[in-house]
Structure formats: C-alpha cells, structure tokens
C-alpha cells in the first residue's frame, strides 16, 4: 500500500464461535459552558399608570410586553453571536453561542474565505456537516444573506403556500447534495456571519427556577419598579465533531 493512502473500515466483522474480544471504550470529550444573566428593568411613574391610554391601553402592561420581546430577541442574538467572557466585578459574564463554540474549530465546514454568498459554497459546508453526522439543518444569517437563496436555481427552492394570499413564502432550499435545509432570516444582525446548524442538538438551559423571573419591587417613590430576569446557558453538542458550520467573513 502506498504511505499516507486512506482506507475505510467496513465494520468489526467476527467469526463463528468466537470468544470475547477486547473491548475499545470511546473517552467521552467533557465541555462546559458558562451562564448568563439577562435583564430589562421597568420603571412606571404614577401619573402614567392612571393615563388612560388609546390603542395600547394601560402603560404598565404595555412596558412589560416590550421588554418582554426584547428579552426574547436578546436571548435568540446570545444563542447565536455570543462568545464567551469571563465573569468580573465589573462586567457581567457571557456563555459560549453558536459562534462562540464555532470560532474554535477549523475544517471545511468552517469557511473563512468566501465573501459573496454562493451556491458552490453552502453545498461545500452542508455537505461537510451532513457526512459526519449533522441532520436537521437550518441555515441562519441576515435576511440580505438568506435573500441569496432566491437567486439560485429556483427548482431548488421550497415554499409553503399562505392561503389567505397569492404565492408562498420561501421556507427551505435543496442543496445538490440532496440536502433539505430551512433558511432562517435574521434582523439586525451582523451580515458576514451565518451558521449551518443542526437544531435538534442545540439547547438553551436555564437555572432552575430562572428560566423567566417578573418581580414588583418595593415601593420607593411615585412609581412602581418590575425586574424581567433570565439565567441561561447553552448546550450545544457536536460543535467539536463538524456536526455544525458557519460562514465568517460574508459581505
């Protein structure tokens, strides 16, 4: 054989009436992440709570609403773009995301070269992924990234039709690998990062009993105070075994 040549392994094949053999344990790759806290303060003086208010109705629950979604939309950009920080006196500690883990690793799932978003490119990666073992695959990246998809070969693209109106919206794209992936659009988020993930290994874990924490504070002056709490971390598993990608240096 010449030196260096590849071979494939086709399976421990065994005898008739063999005996034991020896038994070959894989170490498991113990990982850690950190937690996270994520806050948003409400303050309502007493002159607004008894305003009555048209269209939104009372101020206090509407405040609370707001903040409410932008601690969802902060904790979906943690999930993603976070890496991780440790925790100081001075500054609040952040968890490994997506590209937190992914900034790491190098491989051919892992582009760092391309600029303009290509066809050629996402196969390249998802093709990578999907042989060692990544199923389930969303694509997520700014919705200028994820408009590309609609400039490609249109038999590839997969739409579900909304019955109320004409045409459909674009839910999914087939790669030539035979691949299926959902695309998933972002706002206001960085344009030269996107990630191929497989979503069914990826988690958030909250702390017990923090998972989501609204509490009135104490009275202290003429207004009422509310603290939103969320305290998380991240698992994401296969990020060290290329069952994920990304894309960092798209324009």
Not at 78 to 89: E, G, P, V
């Amino acid at each position: 054989m010449p030196a260096a040549q590849k071979h494939y392994v086709l399976g421990a094949f065994a005898n008739e009436g063999s005996i034991p053999g020896k038994p070959a344990p894989r170490q498991r790759a113990l990982c850690s992440n950190a937690f996270t806290i994520l806050r948003e303060d409400v303050q309502i003086t007493g002159t607004m709570k008894s305003t009555d208010m048209y269209v939104i109705g009372r101020e206090d629950r509407h405040q609370i609403l707001m903040r409410l979604k932008e601690l969802q939309r902060n904790r979906e950009r943690a999930a993603l773009y976070s890496t991780f920080i440790a925790k100081t006196s001075a500054m609040a500690g952040m968890i490994n995301g997506v590209f937190g883990f992914l900034n790491s690793q190098t491989g051919s799932h892992i582009d760092t070269s391309t600029n303009s978003l290509t066809e050629s490119a996402v196969n390249t990666v998802v093709s990578k992924v999907w042989e060692y073992g990544g199923r389930n695959l969303s694509f997520f990246g700014h919705i200028n990234q994820t408009a590309k998809f609609t400039r490609w070969d249109k038999n590839r693209i997969r739409t579900r039709i909304n019955e109320g109106r004409g045409g459909g919206r674009i839910t999914s794209y087939l790669t030539e690998a035979g691949i299926e992936i959902d695309l998933i659009p972002m706002a206001l988020v960085p344009t030269n990062l996107a990630f191929v993930l497989d979503t069914s290994k990826i988690k958030l874990r909250a702390k017990r009993g923090r998972k989501a924490i609204m509490e009135k504070l104490g009275k202290m002056g003429d207004f009422d105070d509310w603290q939103i709490l969320s305290e998380f971390s991240m698992e994401m598993r296969g990020y060290d075994q290329k069952q994920h990608g990304m894309f960092t240096k798209l324009t």
